[in-house]
């Protein structure tokens, strides 16, 4: 179920009350689809209300996350809003090969105000190739003073890394670069 | 290993009023990846890594992180901070066992 369900039998309600108010003796068939398109939008809500307590409880225990294609992380997070080109806003520092994919250095820093009205408000790191995309986000607050984040991540195999700048006017600003991967990050298992 | 959870902050050498400084932490923690077994499928339990990673300045936020298995094992950030006035910097970091890391820094001027 999803919200388009959710909104199709929402849909199917509306018609319904459009139909009451055409005819005001209630049929056997019309009462019955009533029934069912009440059923149907509460099963709905049910249903995304509950994945998205699924989602955020599987983040805060650890159950990992199915895996996504980039197409569907760069939609989940940034809907169908164009990606504008962040050459000279954004500075993306990342080696061109990276011997361990398990510990790759990158650096982002912005030139982007982080106070006043429209700010940066997010910074998030993506990788176009890793089983699940989005490998971190970023909020800064205007008490940072400037948008600098540096870390290490790990990256599955060679692949385009994004760094992506979302304003607070919904603006968003991406640089990618790419990097070759020696061994993968991904595959091997944690030493501990 | 034992050291689990222990956080380091890394401040610069001198730090002047109004100064926008470079603040590096690192903390000990395994980040464990996904697991599959031999059929490729993802074994199925609760991996223990960091999720969330908050930092503040007298309280204030100054920044926050949502970190995914992605982010290498014992990892270390490198945060912006403005100094107005001396104070105390807190960085905490959440793992999902429900444990929470917090290391603390007073900044002062020289």
Do not use: W
């Not at chain 1, 992380?73 to 520092?93: C, E, H, S, V």
Request: charged residues 20%; positive net charge.
């Amino acid at each position: 179920m999803t919200a388009l369900d959710l909104l199709d039998s929402l849909s199917a309600f509306m018609d319904f009350i459009e139909l009451l108010k055409d005819d005001v003796t209630i049929g056997r068939r019309t009462f019955l689809r009533v029934i069912t398109s009440v059923l149907a939008f509460v099963g709905a809500a049910k249903d995304i209300l509950f994945s998205a307590r699924a989602g955020a409880q599987s983040v805060a225990t650890g159950l990992p996350l199915p895996d996504e294609l980039i197409e569907a992380t760069m939609k989940r997070l940034f809907g169908n809003r164009t990606l504008q080109p962040g050459a000279g806003k954004i500075k993306l520092d990342l080696p061109l090969i990276a011997e361990d994919g398990g510990n790759v250095a990158v650096t982002i820093e912005s030139d982007l105000p982080v106070g006043g009205a429209t700010h940066l408000n997010h910074i998030y790191i993506i990788s176009d190739k890793n089983r699940r995309p989005m490998l971190a986000k970023f909020t800064f607050t205007p008490e940072s003073g400037k948008a600098f984040v540096s870390t290490s991540v790990r990256l599955a195999t060679s692949t385009d890394v994004r760094a992506i700048a979302e304003m607070s006017d919904g603006a968003l600003y991406a640089v990618s670069k790419n990097v070759r991967v020696t061994i993968s990050g991904c595959d091997v298992p944690p030493q501990s | 290993m034992a050291e689990v959870g222990r956080v380091s902050i890394r401040l610069p050498s001198s730090i002047k009023q109004g100064d926008v400084v470079r603040v590096r932490t690192l903390v000990i923690h395994p980040m464990e990846i996904v697991q599959r077994d031999k059929q490729g499928k993802i074994i199925s339990k609760n991996y223990h890594f960091i999720h969330s990673l908050a930092v503040a300045f007298n309280g204030k936020e100054i920044m926050r992180a949502e970190t995914t298995q992605a982010i290498s094992q014992n990892p270390s950030f490198t945060f912006p901070l403005k100094v107005d006035k001396p104070g105390k910097l807190t960085v905490t970091f959440s793992d999902t066992t429900g444990k929470s890391y917090e290391g603390s820094a007073e900044i002062k001027f020289v």
